[in-house]
């Protein structure tokens, strides 16, 4: 290829020329960018950003009170009205009927039907006794007759006065006694066999109970004309311990009175004699 061809037009332009314009273009757009840049940072300010506000929560501590109970209002009760009292009236009492007596004809009738019906009793076979001897029959009156046939002027005074004279019930203590309502004779009377009708016993001293003692006590005293005992005294041998219960008990002895022609007489120099025994 020759020169001529190489330095064509159509395919290369000189190389000089292009430079240049590239440069001139390049500074065209740089001034042309620059203008632009300058207009907007006059004409664009960036918007001041309000501060942001603070905002204060205030707290505030508060105390519940208890719940107050609900007071129900008290309901009045209502008063009760008495009623009133109605008059009672107790019933007349109703005199009752006496019943009608029945005839009397009834009760025969009735009466011989009960004896009709009643059975014939039996007739009780009743055992043969043996007859005694003759002999035990014979003593047995015989004895009889003898006190039958015995006159009352034998039996000794004494026992004629028991006999006739009644029984003191009101003794506390019967003893057998010697009654001389009819004693005329005084060499008949026994201060020994002068008794009381009515006697107490002594009370048995706690002490004595005690040490386990036992004894006798003879108490001599006169005997009044109203059967009263006077001035009684303890003889020797008694022991301390026993002398207060027998006088005690010696005064409530109760004689009957000694009649001597039929006047009483005081008796002396009767004597009592008391027991302690522990059982």
């Known amino acids: 290829m020759t020169d001529a061809g190489f330095y064509d037009d159509r395919f290369l332009t000189p190389p000089a020329e292009n430079d240049g314009v590239k440069t001139s273009t390049l500074l065209l757009v740089g ?15 960036p918007a001041q950003q309000d501060e942001p506000k603070l905002s204060t929560i205030k707290i505030q501590m508060l105390r519940l009170s208890k719940p107050v109970p609900e ?12 009623e009133p009292v109605q008059p009672v009236f107790e019933p007349t009492p109703v005199a009752p009927k006496k019943p009608e007596p029945k005839p009397v004809v009834e009760n025969e009738l009735t009466f011989k039907r009960v004896e009709e019906k009643k059975p014939t009793p039996k007739k009780e076979v009743k055992p043969k006794l043996e007859k005694p001897e003759k002999k035990v029959v014979e003593k047995v009156v015989k004895q009889l007759e003898k006190r039958v046939s015995q006159p009352a002027e034998t039996l000794p005074k004494p026992a004629l006065a028991q006999q006739s004279k009644p029984i003191n019930t009101a003794a506390k203590t019967p003893v057998k006694q010697y009654d001389s309502l009819n004693d005329d004779a005084s060499e008949t009377f026994s201060v020994e066999r002068y008794k009381p009708i009515e006697k107490q016993a002594p009370e048995y001293p706690r002490g004595a109970l005690r040490k386990g003692l036992e004894g006798d006590c003879t108490v001599r005293y006169t005997v009044n004309t109203k ?25 409530t002895f109760r004689y009957s009175p000694r009649m001597v022609n039929g006047h009483a007489v005081a008796v002396n120099n009767v004597h009592n004699t008391f027991e302690y025994r522990i059982h």
């Open 227 to 251: 059967g009263d005992v006077e001035s009684p005294e303890v003889l020797a041998n008694c022991h301390p311990l026993f002398k207060k219960p027998s006088l005690e008990a010696a005064k």
């Open 31 to 45: 001034l042309f960018h620059l203008a632009m840049a300058g207009l907007l940072l006059n004409s664009w300010s």
């Open 71 to 82: 007071t129900k209002p008290v309901e009045p009760v209502p008063m009760a009205i008495p």
